[in-house]
């Protein structure tokens, strides 16, 4: 399936977006995380563009070739889903499917919360939803404290974000030394070996950053079966042409992020039908054995929880089992390509 680029401009911001699929389809969005860009779903895009979707996947603000404003408090969350917002009305409107993975999986919470309207369905990968914002001060208190004792690992796996608060620069610098090695260390697929032990993510502020005192990733050749080396290339470059700074901006808006979530309608609980998918082996977003998982199961109205043997990377780690998964939960909830038109 061919993926067509376009460019959505308003007063407030500029959108690069692809597309592919039937353009009277019903709509199905693909939001991604850090540090990725809209061809992160090349492969779900093509499969449901296949099933009669028209797919849209942005590039976020901060990433790819979607605008990057300078500020740091650019990044909230609410300017985030004000930019989703404009893109839909712009693509018709109707209530779509939302589909995220790490920070796109909080926007798309967020969406649907704060605007209920444009949501048939959510699916959420390797990140859960919080209703009280996605946030140090909601994070932190869900650590498991048998693998991260308070008085050795305050924050937990949840160090690196906290780093990103403390020595912003530091950590921008470190990424920006080497982005292609950086995006290779980043892009590695999970293995269950580290399953109940603690996470280098644990550990950046006392190790100097992420890469310690090297301050810098150890060039390793990209892995194929993760991201078609064609893509990936696409994904270096964008790095190279903006840095890290915009992106990493996302994680300095605690304050505002759970300020905005407290607006959220219904206490921000989501009455759409929800699909988590978790990642068994994701050291730092897995719900399985601690408290992650609560407060979206509180929060949910109709909630669907599929678990696969992966690390964070699930989009690119189990390209067809997230297909499938996604499709048996469509058609369970009628909510598939047939019953949106």
């Not at 920006?176 to 950046?204: C, E, I, M, N, R």
Request: proline fraction near 7%.
């Amino acid at each position: 399936m061919t993926l067509v680029s376009r460019t959505f401009s308003t007063p407030r911001q500029t959108t690069h977006y692809i597309e592919c699929g039937r353009p009277d389809g019903p709509l199905m969005f693909f939001l991604h995380g850090w540090p990725a860009i809209s061809l992160f779903w090349r492969a779900q895009m093509d499969a449901f563009a296949a099933d009669g979707w028209h797919c849209i996947a942005p590039d976020l603000r901060g990433f790819g070739g979607s605008s990057a404003p300078a500020a740091k408090d650019a990044y909230t969350i609410e300017e985030v889903v004000a930019d989703m917002a404009e893109l839909h009305d712009h693509l018709g409107g109707e209530a779509a499917i939302w589909v995220g993975h790490d920070w796109g999986s909080i926007v798309v919470g967020a969406l649907a919360a704060h605007e209920p309207k444009r949501c048939r369905g959510v699916v959420l990968t390797s990140w859960a939803y919080f209703p009280d914002s996605n946030s140090l001060a909601t994070l932190v208190p869900l650590v498991d404290r048998t693998i991260y004792p308070a008085d050795q690992y305050p924050d937990g796996q949840w160090d690196y974000y906290r780093y990103y608060a403390t020595h912003f620069d530091a950590a921008v610098a470190d990424l920006d030394a080497d982005h292609a090695a950086t995006l290779t260390s980043v892009y590695q697929p999970g293995s269950p070996a580290p399953v109940g032990t603690v996470s280098p993510s644990a550990t950046v502020t006392r190790n100097g950053g992420r890469f310690g005192a090297a301050h810098r990733a150890t060039p390793t050749p990209a892995d194929p079966s993760l991201w078609p080396l064609a893509d990936f290339d696409v994904l270096v470059q964008a790095f190279k042409a903006h840095g890290f700074g915009a992106s990493s901006a996302w994680y300095t808006n605690d304050d505002s992020n759970i300020a905005y979530a407290r607006e959220a309608p219904d206490g921000g609980r989501l009455s759409q039908p929800v699909l988590f998918f978790n990642g068994e082996w994701d050291a730092i977003c897995t719900i399985i054995g601690n408290r992650q998982g609560d407060p979206m199961r509180a929060a949910c109205a109709d909630l669907t929880e599929a678990y696969v043997s992966a690390g964070h990377w699930l989009p690119l780690e189990r390209k067809a089992e997230l297909v499938q998964t996604i499709r048996t939960w469509l058609q369970s909830k009628n909510l598939d390509a047939a019953s949106g038109n």
